[in-house]
């Protein structure tokens, strides 16, 4: 069952597409990066729900095939993809998010405190101001033509940042580059998120990971230092496809802090 169970939540925007794996008494909730899908995370839940766990892996709105939501702030998507965990009858939960996911985790995590246990942020951004000017252009809309110039720039895109990914994996990424609703405006709301000011309002116990060949790397650090209860760990041999690539001993990472921090009272 590795691709999972998939499923529809209710939200008052719409619907939130999922795939569930386990019936474990410990639930979590993956958060994709962006433009990719919950399909990018399937290895990962699967590992965790061969440890014991019941695992949600979501399509944020806009992207996979759930609905897109007005103004998709990062606060926004929290709230949506809360909503329809609320609506699946969840009472808590474990979150992990990957780059645009981990910010949408730690935002939920402030939303949905008295229902996080615990959050676990692969590749956490710090975005500075002048990194809006500095990154934007490279995430600019695809301009659609007849000649299919948006196809090869999808491909070039993805290639660019996976450059070692397997083609079926680089051709996924691709067309969920191409089938997501406005990505580059939810880029641009990741640039303009205060993750620092969230990270030292976090309450739910925090590890910040990180694959040791991703820019992002240098700043797990910091980041897991503004957290009231912050961790971190960098992967050896991970890139930014960690979830795929490192499935099985990021799952272990993520059981083993789960063992360490416990329940919340």
């Known amino acids: 069952m590795h691709n999972g169970i998939r499923g529809y939540a209710e939200h008052p925007a719409g619907q939130l597409h999922y795939r569930r794996w386990g019936s474990g008494k410990r639930s979590w909730v993956l958060l994709h990066h962006s433009s990719s899908d919950g399909r990018s995370l399937a290895g990962l839940a699967a590992a965790l729900a061969d440890r014991g766990d019941s695992v949600f892996a979501v399509d944020t709105p806009g992207f996979g095939m759930s609905d897109p939501v007005e103004n998709p702030t990062i606060p926004v998507l929290a709230d949506a993809v ?99 609703h406005s990505p580059h405006v939810v880029y641009d709301q990741l640039l303009r998120y205060d993750s620092r000011a969230d990270l030292a309002h976090a309450t739910a116990p925090l590890l910040v990971v990180c694959g040791e060949g991703e820019f992002l790397a240098t700043s797990t650090p910091a980041a897991a230092g503004l957290a009231q209860d912050g961790r971190w760990q960098i992967i050896a ?27 919340r009272q």
Request: net charge negative; proline share 7%; no cysteine.
């Open 82 to 180: 809360l909503a329809g965990l609320g609506a699946l009858g969840l009472a808590s939960w474990s979150l992990f998010g990957h780059h645009t996911g981990a910010s949408i985790a730690l935002s939920m995590s402030l939303a949905g405190a008295e229902s996080t246990e615990r959050v676990v942020l692969s590749g956490i951004a710090l975005p500075e101001p002048s990194d809006r000017e500095r990154l934007s252009p490279a995430l600019r809309p695809l301009p659609v033509d007849r000649a299919g110039s948006h196809v090869v720039s999808a491909w070039e895109r993805v290639s660019r940042y996976m450059p070692d990914a397997p083609l079926e994996v680089l051709t996924r990424e691709a067309v969920a580059l191409l089938s997501a």
């Open 237 to 263: 041999g991970a890139g930014l496809d960690m979830p795929e690539t490192h499935a099985a001993p990021l799952a272990d990472i993520m059981v083993a802090f789960a063992l360490e921090t416990g329940a």
